[in-house]
């Protein structure tokens, strides 16, 4: 994007007109100096009855571009503080489970910052926080008419597992694989969960209530209550009804993943 100067809105108790020049480097905001490497975080979001961008700069910006939203987010993902890699996407590849027979291979960047990745192209800017991720392995899929080595993200996408594919070469591949594994590793839960216990996730991972939890396993409502109050505080879970039904975080989806894994015989990456 060449020097811009754009009229835009900013959220400051109210919505205000200013003028924003978007430079090589930097952004001017009214008077104010945004560098794009100080942006740490971006999102697409809504305030105050009005889309806009939430700019993370040290302190948080809300700005409404009007018609020139997206091309301004996309200048920002592709400019801000991140670590990128050239690679190849397709996201989705499978949506709970199942094949998403639509979805193209994009040719763009794999993008790190400190709280999030993103998958970047000219068509496309995805975002996925930390906390969305569930896990993350090595595995082999056909691209073109060749058996490729890809690595495997499931994240969470409103109440959907959704799993993506990054298509690299190995030496990258498994870069990733490791910096991911290393995100999942510190949002685990600290304390260990009995057999029991991850079976129980397993159940609710599949979409079982807590009546038929219980008549399969015999066990009393308020037994699971107990193990249901231990998953919500140790953040796998939240309480979605007043039964204390619940449903899994991408922590809890994490679990059940690897759960699977041991039972599989630690297939993949």
């Given amino acids: 994007m060449p020097e811009t ?56 910006i809300y700005l409404n571009f009007g018609e020139k939203q997206r091309s301004v987010l996309k200048f920002l993902a592709f400019n801000m503080k991140s670590d990128k890699f050239a690679v190849y996407f397709l996201s989705p590849a499978l949506r709970g489970g199942v094949l998403v027979s639509d979805s193209k291979w994009d040719k763009g960047y794999f993008s790190i910052t400190e709280s999030a990745v993103w998958f970047l192209s000219p068509e496309r800017q995805i975002k996925i926080p ?30 959907e597992v959704v799993t993506s594919f990054i298509l690299c070469p190995e030496t990258t591949l498994e870069l990733l694989q490791e910096y991911l594994k290393r995100i999942l590793e510190q949002q685990k839960p600290k304390e260990k969960l009995s057999e029991l216990e991850e079976q129980i996730l397993t159940m609710v991972y599949t979409g079982l209530d807590s009546v038929n939890i219980e008549s399969i396993l015999g066990i009393s409502t308020d037994e699971l209550n107990r193990i249901y109050e231990k998953f919500v505080s140790l953040g796998i879970a939240r309480v979605v009804k007043v039964r204390k039904e619940i449903e899994l975080t991408p922590k809890g989806v994490a679990i059940v993943s690897e759960s699977a894994k041991k039972l599989g015989g630690g297939k993949g990456g």
Avoid: P
């Fill in 5 to 60: 100067r754009l009229l835009a809105e900013i959220f400051d108790k109210e919505w205000r007109k200013v003028e924003v020049l978007i430079g090589e480097k930097n952004m001017t905001i009214g008077k104010e100096v945004v560098e794009f490497k100080a942006i740490s975080d971006l999102e697409l979001t809504q305030c105050a009855g009005r889309e806009c961008i939430r700019i993370k700069a040290g302190r948080e």
């Fill in 130 to 159: 930390f906390s969305s991720l569930g896990s993350v392995s090595k595995d082999k899929r056909t691209v073109g008419d060749k058996q490729r080595l890809v690595l495997s993200i499931t994240h969470m996408e409103g109440k």
